[in-house]
């Protein structure tokens, strides 16, 4: 019988890691009790860490960093804090969450309960109203009927983020995407998502990451594109063809892959079923894969960047493979 594994392991030429460590792992969910005290150092070495201690129990899912806090949802509840220390700020309906941060505010998606997190501060719309689109301005409009039975429109603020399934943030504005559609906000409006525009893609969203006001990396179930300019007039680039693997979109700055580079680029590292792809930063037409996986196509990714000392980009990644 074949055993499903979870590889750990290296790429682009480094060769600081001695060996390959091959984890097993049980189900579509790849729970990895074996892993509990393994870890990967920042020059690629595999190490054991010893004398590990509980600090939070409970069901998690979705952790994220601003690299100040760390958020994720437990039980059912958004937390935010520190190991030791976390504190729920809300209830939501669903495990799997995504983070972003804008003007110094952290924004998350939900199912039903979604919103701002700021000072542990939680926002609600303050009541169910009847609301409509309004395709001139590109507000949300709140219908109102006065005593007189004359219709009157006015402007809502929505203190929570439209229904959404990802979420980042774009040349100042709040993106978020659910299903095919981008929704944007209006310019430096992040405390509430007034619709300003949104794009209809031709396939469903599964990673979405901004890169200052330089590009929109889309990564969707039938490849990746790169959108560029201003959201009622944008350049598309298509980057790959084929699935971009959930979730597997992860932003790097330029000082994580070359010492040297100093002019602060960006890039974005993602997983399709035929490798592990990097954006140049300034969004190129054709993208060739780091690594080659060869015969055997990817099933997921977890993606890791750092660098060595010796100043040359490498990755530490973490792939499924297919049996």
């Known amino acids: 019988m074949l055993q499903r594994v979870l590889s750990l392991t290296k790429f682009s030429g480094i060769n600081n890691v001695e060996e390959e460590l091959r984890l097993p792992y049980r189900g579509g969910r790849s729970f990895l009790s074996e892993a509990r005290n393994v870890d990967i150092d920042d020059s690629g070495r595999i190490i054991t860490r010893k004398d590990m201690s509980l600090v939070e129990s409970g069901s998690f899912s979705s952790l994220w960093s601003d690299g100040e806090f760390l958020y994720g949802v437990r039980n059912g509840n958004v937390f935010k804090g520190t190991?030791?220390?976390?504190?729920d700020l809300c209830p939501v309906t669903r495990e799997r969450v995504k983070f972003c941060k804008g003007a110094d505010r952290v924004f998350f998606t939900g199912e039903v309960y979604m919103g701002e997190i700021?000072?542990?501060?939680?926002s609600f719309p303050e009541e169910e109203i009847t609301k409509q689109y309004n395709r001139t301005t590109h507000e949300l409009l709140d219908k109102n009927f006065?005593?007189?039975?004359?219709d009157?429109?006015?402007?809502?603020?929505?203190?929570?983020?439209?229904t959404a399934?990802?979420?980042?943030?774009?040349?100042?504005r709040l993106v978020v995407a659910k299903g095919n559609n981008l929704l944007f906000s209006a310019p430096f409006n992040y405390l509430y998502t007034v619709p300003f525009n949104y794009i209809q893609l031709p396939a469903r969203v599964t990673s979405l990451v901004g890169v200052d006001n330089k590009f929109l990396f889309v990564g969707t179930n039938k490849g990746s594109i790169a959108l560029h300019g201003e959201s009622n007039n944008f350049e598309l680039v298509r980057l790959t063809e084929g699935k971009v693997f959930l979730?597997?979109?992860?932003?790097?700055?330029s000082s994580k892959l070359l010492d040297q580079d100093e002019r602060g680029e960006k890039f974005v590292v993602f997983a399709q079923p035929s490798g592990v792809?990097?954006?140049?930063?300034?969004?190129?037409?054709?993208?060739?894969?780091?690594y080659f996986i060869g015969e055997k196509k990817v099933r997921g990714a977890y993606i890791k960047v750092a660098k060595n000392e010796d100043a040359y980009p490498f990755y530490q990644y973490c792939l499924i493979m297919e049996e």
Do not use: Q, W
């Open 277 to 290: 792809y990097v954006t140049n930063g300034r969004v190129a037409n054709k993208l060739t894969p780091h």
């Open 146 to 150: 006065s005593s007189a039975g004359v």
């Open 118 to 122: 700021l000072n542990f501060e939680y």
């Open 165 to 172: 399934d990802f979420c980042t943030v774009y040349g100042a």
């Open 247 to 253: 979730d597997s979109a992860r932003i790097v700055h």
């Open 152 to 162: 009157s429109l006015e402007t809502v603020k929505l203190y929570a983020m439209p």
């Open 83 to 87: 190991p030791g220390n976390l504190v």
